[in-house]
């Protein structure tokens, strides 16, 4: 996958199909963009489990916070990544170590390591990257 343009379709495809999305880097803290990003999903129908090992235990958004992707009981479509681009290389190895493996990562607003993608991208897991869902959603789906 050509990583600097992604197909329209190839964005909304992954929108409408997804269902559970695992949000890595979730804040409790209103002010941040994973939050406001989270609340967005949330209201737009989506199942979001916010991921955060400083948070695990507490609830963002109504939402019971777990530390890592393993503490996720149910099959994960999509992981949301608020993180920098240099920890997508391991969230890569979390992901799949998963089973059943999510469909999507998806790296938020300049999160982008193509090698990482290429790895994910190889093991079958679709990757989005250096792209916000809640600018997408509006502009293809909504």
Request: charged share 25%.
């Amino acid at each position: 996958m050509n990583h600097d343009s992604y197909p329209d379709y190839y964005i909304a495809d992954i929108l409408r199909a997804t269902k559970m999305i695992a949000l890595v880097g979730a804040s409790p803290n209103p002010e941040r963009p994973s939050y406001r990003v989270m609340a967005f999903l949330l209201r737009k129908g989506y199942r979001v489990i916010p991921v955060n090992p400083g948070q695990a235990g507490k609830e963002i958004l109504g939402q019971a916070v777990v530390a890592r992707l393993a503490d996720i009981a149910e099959p994960i479509d999509m992981v949301d990544v608020f993180r920098t681009a240099d920890a997508l290389p391991s969230i890569v190895d979390e992901v799949l170590a998963l089973s059943p493996l999510p469909k999507v990562i998806w790296g938020q607003l300049s999160v982008r390591h193509d090698e990482a993608a290429a790895k994910a991208e190889a093991a079958g897991v679709k990757v989005v990257m250096d792209r916000c869902p809640a600018i997408e959603y509006p502009r293809l789906v909504a």
